[in-house]
């Protein structure tokens, strides 16, 4: 049984970096194809795709964020830590990780609950 | 980078009604298009994966086509347990993914 769950903070500061960690079970980021990714919601409105780990160790980032966010990976933990630093308001969001359960194709077929996050002085 | 657009922003429709919605990527994606339904306060659920193949489980009033730039999304019978927001997203090969803006469905 695949399941993923988020953890971190509920309320930051401006400009202080945001932790976040994907602790996942039923699967191994390990093992060929897998992959996991942070994706965010703000209030009410999409969904925007922020970061990719690969089973290789392969990363990649949102074009337009990519100066400000780390994806890591700790496979003996089970866990993806995402960072984001100089944190604003406007990313006061729901942060989800999802997987990718290998194969050709790329698709979010397990999901976190999500962890709001609120950036407020 | 890839941008999606998704028409209508929302809709309205009756129980039993046919609902299409659609998406544009920006360029050629070939197939690498899936849908997302998210009610209030969960998180995304897969539906349709590359375009057109349903995802185990999903009820089949659920289905997809296109390829290319142009792709529709049908829930060919409405109901109730389907008012929720609907996303389709690209992948190309390789990141970044993006997601487009979501249609709201709801019942009249």
């Known amino acids: 049984q695949v399941t993923l769950r988020e953890s971190g903070p509920a309320l930051v500061k401006p400009t202080q970096t945001l932790t976040l960690t994907c602790t996942f079970s039923g699967f191994s980021l390990s093992t060929s194809g897998m992959c996991v990714s942070w994706i965010r919601q703000p209030p009410g409105k999409a969904l925007e795709w922020l970061a990719l780990?690969?089973?290789?160790?392969?990363?990649y980032y949102s074009t337009s964020l990519k100066t400000r966010l780390t994806i890591s990976k700790d496979t003996s933990k089970n866990q993806v830590v995402l960072t984001m630093t100089n944190m604003d308001p406007v990313d006061t969001a729901t942060y989800y990780c999802a997987r990718i359960g290998g194969g050709s194709s790329n698709y979010f077929d397990y999901w976190g609950q999500g962890t709001l996050v609120t950036v407020s002085s | 980078d890839i941008q999606m657009t998704q028409s209508p922003s929302s809709l309205s429709a009756s129980v039993g009604d046919r609902v299409t919605i659609t998406c544009q990527a920006s360029q050629d994606i070939s197939n690498y298009l899936n849908w997302y339904q998210q009610k209030p306060g969960k998180a995304p659920k897969l539906l349709i994966y590359d375009a057109s193949n349903l995802e185990t489980g999903v009820p089949s009033r659920f289905s997809g086509s296109g390829s290319g730039t142009d792709f529709t999304f049908t829930i060919s019978s409405l109901q109730p347990e389907d008012i929720a927001t609907y996303y389709c997203?690209?992948?190309?090969?390789?990141?970044?993914?993006?997601f487009g803006p979501g249609t709201k469905v709801d019942i009249k």
């Open positions: 780990i690969d089973w290789d160790d392969d990363k």
């Open positions: 997203q690209q992948y190309d090969n390789l990141p970044p993914f993006a």
